[in-house]
């Protein structure tokens, strides 16, 4: 995982790069079957673009400024994916399916607290051939809850005492993204300052270069 000071890099090797050197390279080999997003296997027959769109994958506690950061792509032309506004996970991989298909760029506005969340758009990303990459919100506990507790009208989590042990839960049970996820970048947001600088850098980002 990079440092939030450093341009996006590739810390892992991409599947483009594995699959040109090591033909044993396997993207979903440590992924358990029942985690695999019910889809993908309709993704096989589809035409891919000749330039691979990208998914970032947003990671970090409830009221950790990850849909903040994810208003701010859409503005840029991102499609965003969020399971508090389509209701369902089955919703938001059809969603998901249907925009890297026409070649937009996706961020998934969940809190992917685990490897297990992750690998579910890790594998449509797979069979799409689209960059991963993934921003890790790594905003304190106290403060998300701080946020939650003075925020009105959000749809799922409203201020309450149960909000604040939904956070606290998500913390203990928090697994940061890390390289054996095969996911091709990794960048952290742990003050304002790196919100602004981590958003310039995705939106100057080339994955072709």
């Given at each position: ?77 991102w499609c965003r994916i969020s ?52 921003i890790l919100f790594a905003t ?53 300052s790196d919100f602004q600088r ?12």
């Open positions: 995982m990079t440092d939030s000071s450093q341009r996006f890099a590739n810390p892992v090797t991409t599947r483009t790069q594995a699959s040109s050197t090591d033909s044993s390279y396997s993207h979903t080999s440590n992924i358990p079957h029942r985690y695999l997003p019910l889809h993908c296997e309709a993704l096989r027959d589809i035409e891919l673009s000749r330039n691979p769109p990208q998914l970032v994958l947003l990671s970090g506690l409830q009221g950790s400024g990850k849909s903040t950061f994810a208003a701010q792509l859409v503005e840029q032309g399971q508090d506004e389509l209701g369902s996970r089955q919703r938001c991989e059809l969603e998901c399916i249907t925009a890297l298909t026409h070649g937009l760029n996706v961020v998934i506005d969940r809190c992917n607290f685990n490897v297990q969340q992750r690998s579910i758009w890790i594998q449509i990303a797979f069979y799409r051939r689209a960059v991963v990459g993934a304190p506990p106290n403060e998300c809850i701080r946020r939650i507790m003075n925020r009105a009208n959000h749809p799922t989590l409203p201020p309450s005492e149960q909000a604040k042990a939904i956070v606290q839960r998500t913390a203990q049970d928090f697994e940061p993204p890390s390289r054996s996820e095969a996911i091709d970048w990794c960048r952290i947001i742990r003050k304002d981590v958003y310039k850098d995705l939106l100057e980002f080339n994955p072709i270069d």
